[in-house]
């Protein structure tokens, strides 16, 4: 197999925006509780956050948080997690059937993001709640003193205000499973109102309206239609998520999710511009796609429908293998080839819920095999996205008709330094790779060339073998005369760095 890009500097799709790096910390499973936080642990600081996980978010070059939910947000009253530990309730959660403790809340996840070094992005409940309990949240995190949530906080500890910028207005609220689920005109009306009356107290949000919990939901485009008819002049984000999964066999299917990723974000620009064009509107709404990665839903482990009732059980710990990387490489490359307009997305979720960083209570943090492509786009994908003209062989898809067996995309940085994002979507054969780079000046020799792949698709990284899958590097990449050659390995997640 061979394939060719082409690529410019002069030619660009545009800037990558840090927030395209972010995660997402819902109370779910373990996910909060032993997972960032944990207090009995023998790294845990003196916030009760561990160490080791810290270290972990930290490598995987995570810059934003999306908290606390996710379903959980739309049954959440978020003044149980504020105040004396002691005096905070427990409540049974309806959205994954738990009880949730507030052992931890808002300002311990404030502590969190300053550790991790991460902007946070925080969702309000419009499932049970509504305008006014939004605004007593802002009112806490955001203003400075002399009001009554103002100077709650400052009596929880909190002096200053902890100035928090991104919002979202509710989650998933156009899916029937959703607390408060409500249709897209109550939910448009609701969001509109809330938008306005934050923007009110804080000009300076920015604000995140619901958009589609898939692209397989019966109201996909109608949904942001509607919603961004109530609210184009007062939110700058319409949401994305989307998860995938492997199902009866057909890996090439499951290697060819990018492509519903790719039609499901061509379609949302395409709504929002037809609703800036019917208003004559000189603004854009971007994308914000604040939930995406592989999720087995239709495993039985992961079947939340039968009550728990119990704190922290294991929810959602899905184990990644080789392929399911390779997928989320490609999923990363989707989102990049899209940085105009897609620029916050977060991976859901960040630890032992369908996450890169699983631990134990008590014992170890390692890397899920999806750590790797995450860790490498969060390094060397900053700086300007090429456009590349590309040809490659192709191969028919059950789900998706003919795609193309390279994926890729380029993104250079403001030194120079040149990165090739690929994927070889095909299972048996490595591909050969060409890459005309003569308009960009590449420094003729060795490339740093690193690849995930494994000859067991099904490799994975676990308690007891916690490495057994990382990138591995790839001799024999070189550049020369401007054009550079390398052999991707059969189904593997490449990363070039030319400088
Ligand atoms: O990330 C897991 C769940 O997936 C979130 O709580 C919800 O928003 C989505 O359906």
Known sequence: LAGSIHLDPNFTVGEVNPRLFGSFVEHLGRCVYTGVFEPDHPSADEDGLRTDVLALIRELGVTMVRYPGGNFVSGYRWEDGVGPVEQRPRRLDGAWRTVETNRFGLNEFMRFAAKADVEPMQAVNLGTRGLQEALDLLEYTNHPAGTAFSELRRSHGVDKPHGIRLWCLGNEMDGPWQLGHKSADEYGRLAAVTAKAMRDVDPGLELVACGSSNRSMPTFGAWEATVLEHTYDLVDFISCHAYYEESDGDVDSFLASAADMEAFIDGVVATADHIGAKRRSGKRINLSFDEWNVWYQSRPVNNTDTPDWSVAPRQLEDVYTVTDAVVVGSLLITLLRHCDRVTAACLA????????????????????????????????????????????????????????????????QEDGTLTVFAVNRDTTKPLELTADLRACNPVAGQVTHTALADPDRHAANTLQHQDRVTPKSVTGTVTDGGRLSALLPPMSWNTLTIP
């Not at 390094?379 to 191969?395: C, E, I, N, T, Y």
């Open 349 to 412: 979720q960040l630890v032992n819920v369908i996450a890169p960083i699983m631990t134990e209570p008590g014992g170890p943090a390692w890397r899920q095999t999806i750590f790797h492509p995450f860790a490498d786009a969060a390094r060397h994908g900053r700086g300007q996205v090429l456009r590349l003209a590309l040809d490659s062989p192709v191969h028919d898809t059950a789900r998706y008709g003919e795609v193309p067996l390279l994926h890729a995309t380029a993104v250079q």
